[in-house]
């Protein structure tokens, strides 16, 4: 009985033994093969891949953005199991390799995954797609929408301004001043503008309905958009102007910052930063956060700074030269889209037109190469151009400017790409 009762043992012990043996075998020759997680460290960590297993595919969601280099990357791909599983990797061929991988590879286009263990006997295979826009959707479309009659003159100098949902594009040529208007920029009416000299439209700035700008002497002239003749403004009898801001023109005088109301009143007068470059002064004025900034922008060696001055004649050097931008002459074009500042095109010290765009995100601290936006081919390099912005929808008119070829009489709409594939969109589900 005894003997019995040691056989059994003897043979349950030998059986569990054989079942902990398999179960090990089990566990260490058929892990799970499903692919957890993948990385790309080179892509950034806000870019996150979805790895569906009923459908066996990986991507990424969000499309990256168009040019992203994906010819040479080292992915990281773990897997649920604790055991070390190899990865099968196919393109052009097979190599393999284990899950902390140093091989860089091509994912122009999608690669098959295997995840296998050494033995091959558990394995789950994967398409692996880097997916990247194949439309660059933050660049324009450019469309030439005909010409204007006048603007192939030789042009002085010119300035944009929306008033009263009108297009007025005031143009300076060496015998006359004039004005083109339009509601739609398609059909253009043009005017003379009286002055008693030439005018350097660039400083051309309005309040409600009341215009200024500064003659080549350096005198200030006023006028209205109903008659546009300009008289001498003589409240203001010496400085630069600049801009208006907060309903007061303000101007620049010697080493002094000045405002006034448009009757006339005198309303602020205070030093300017010492390090303020006052020479070869171009300015601007856009919407920074929840109030309005007039940007100067200034030459500072061979480089260019940009100083942000409040309604209150308080100034800051936003940008300076370490930040790399050149210096451009005043034929520079000063874009706003949204909350995006842009300044495109220009003329440099050498007399090249440029074709490049620089653009910031956070109200002028920063400045950046925009590649998206650079002048194509078929506009060419140009300098000093009319730029009007149509509502908040990425839309622009550009007008003129100088070109390599001389004074371009063209008019060209400038569409966002992404405006585009949104309403093909639309219209495809309608």
Same mark, same amino acid.
């Given at each position: 009985?005894?003997?019995? /009762?040691?056989?059994?043992?003897?043979?349950?012990?030998?059986?569990?033994?054989?079942?902990?043996?398999?179960?090990?075998?089990?566990?260490?020759?058929?892990?799970?093969?499903?692919?957890?997680?993948?990385?790309?460290?080179?892509?950034?960590?806000?870019?996150?891949? /979805?790895?569906?297993?009923?459908?066996? +595919?990986?991507?990424?969601?969000?499309?990256?953005?168009?040019?992203?280099?994906?010819?040479?990357?080292?992915?990281?791909?773990?897997?649920?199991?604790?055991?070390?599983?190899?990865?099968?990797?196919?393109?052009?061929?097979?190599?393999?390799?284990?899950?902390?991988?140093?091989?860089?590879?091509?994912?122009?286009?999608?690669?098959?995954?295997?995840?296998?263990?050494?033995? /091959?006997?558990?394995? +789950?295979?994967?398409?692996?797609?880097?997916?990247?826009?194949?439309?660059?959707?933050? #660049?324009?479309?450019?469309?030439?929408?005909?010409?204007?009659?006048?603007?192939?003159?030789?042009?002085?100098?010119?300035?944009?301004?929306?008033?009263?949902?009108?297009?007025?594009?005031?143009?300076?040529?060496?015998? #006359?001043? %004039?004005?083109?208007?339009?509601?739609?920029?398609?059909?253009?009416?043009?005017?003379?503008?009286?002055?008693?000299?030439? !005018?350097?439209?660039?400083?051309?700035?309005?309040?409600?309905?009341?215009?200024?700008?500064?003659?080549?002497?350096?005198?200030?002239?006023? #006028?209205?958009?109903?008659?546009?003749?300009?008289?001498?403004?003589?409240?203001?009898?010496?400085?630069?102007?600049? $801009?208006?801001?907060? +309903?007061?023109?303000?101007?620049?005088?010697?080493?002094?910052?000045? =405002?006034?109301? %448009?009757?006339?009143?005198?309303?602020?007068?205070?030093?300017?930063?010492?390090?303020?470059?006052?020479?070869?002064?171009?300015?601007?004025?856009?919407?920074?956060?929840?109030?309005? !900034?007039?940007?100067?922008?200034?030459?500072?060696?061979?480089?260019?700074?940009?100083?942000?001055?409040?309604? $209150?004649?308080?100034?800051?050097?936003?940008?300076?030269?370490?930040?790399?931008?050149?210096?451009?002459?005043?034929?520079?074009?000063?874009?706003? /889209?949204?909350?995006?500042?842009?300044?495109?095109?220009?003329?440099?010290?050498?007399?090249?037109?440029?074709?490049?765009?620089?653009?910031?995100?956070? =109200?002028?601290?920063?400045?950046?190469?925009?590649?998206?936006?650079?002048?194509?081919?078929?506009?060419?390099?140009?300098?000093?151009?009319?730029?009007?912005?149509?509502?908040?929808?990425?839309?622009?008119?550009?007008?003129?400017?100088?070109?390599?070829?001389?004074?371009?009489? %063209?008019?060209?709409?400038?569409?966002?790409?992404?405006?585009?594939?949104?309403? #093909?969109? !639309?219209?495809?589900?309608?």
């Amino acid at each position: 009985m005894k003997l019995r /009762n040691l056989l059994l043992y003897i043979s349950a012990f030998t059986l569990a033994a054989i079942n902990s043996s398999c179960k090990d075998d089990e566990e260490t020759d058929n892990p799970d093969p499903r692919i957890r997680r993948v990385i790309f460290s080179q892509l950034g960590s806000n870019v996150e891949f /979805n790895v569906n297993d009923v459908e066996a +595919k990986i991507f990424n969601y969000d499309s990256l953005a168009y040019g992203t280099r994906v010819d040479s990357l080292y992915p990281s791909i773990y897997q649920y199991s604790d055991n070390k599983i190899a990865i099968q990797y196919s393109y052009d061929g097979i190599n393999f390799f284990d899950f902390r991988n140093t091989v860089a590879m091509d994912f122009s286009k999608p690669v098959k995954i295997i995840s296998t263990n050494t033995k /091959n006997n558990s394995k +789950k295979e994967y398409t692996l797609e880097v997916r990247v826009h194949k439309y660059d959707v933050d #660049a324009f479309q450019w469309t030439n929408t005909g010409v204007i009659s006048g603007l192939e003159e030789a042009i002085l100098s010119q300035k944009s301004i929306m008033h009263n949902d009108l297009m007025w594009q005031f143009y300076q040529t060496d015998n #006359a001043c %004039k004005v083109v208007t339009s509601k739609d920029g398609a059909q253009w009416q043009s005017s003379s503008v009286e002055a008693p000299e030439t !005018l350097e439209l660039s400083t051309l700035c309005n309040i409600d309905d009341s215009l200024f700008v500064q003659g080549k002497s350096g005198a200030i002239y006023a #006028a209205n958009f109903t008659s546009l003749q300009f008289n001498k403004f003589e409240a203001i009898t010496s400085g630069q102007l600049l $801009y208006s801001l907060n +309903k007061q023109i303000w101007i620049l005088d010697g080493r002094e910052i000045k =405002s006034y109301s %448009k009757n006339g009143q005198s309303k602020i007068s205070q030093p300017v930063h010492e390090e303020f470059v006052v020479d070869t002064v171009c300015s601007f004025t856009a919407p920074s956060g929840n109030t309005v !900034l007039g940007y100067l922008y200034a030459k500072k060696g061979d480089k260019a700074e940009i100083w942000g001055a409040d309604r $209150y004649g308080n100034m800051e050097c936003l940008t300076n030269t370490s930040a790399g931008i050149p210096y451009f002459d005043k034929a520079i074009t000063f874009a706003l /889209n949204n909350s995006t500042l842009g300044i495109l095109g220009g003329i440099s010290a050498d007399g090249k037109y440029s074709t490049t765009c620089y653009t910031s995100s956070n =109200s002028g601290l920063s400045w950046a190469v925009d590649q998206h936006k650079d002048l194509t081919n078929t506009v060419g390099a140009l300098a000093d151009a009319g730029l009007f912005q149509i509502g908040n929808k990425g839309e622009f008119i550009l007008i003129g400017g100088k070109t390599d070829n001389g004074q371009s009489n %063209k008019v060209w709409i400038l569409r966002l790409k992404k405006l585009l594939l949104d309403e #093909a969109f !639309l219209n495809k589900i309608k």
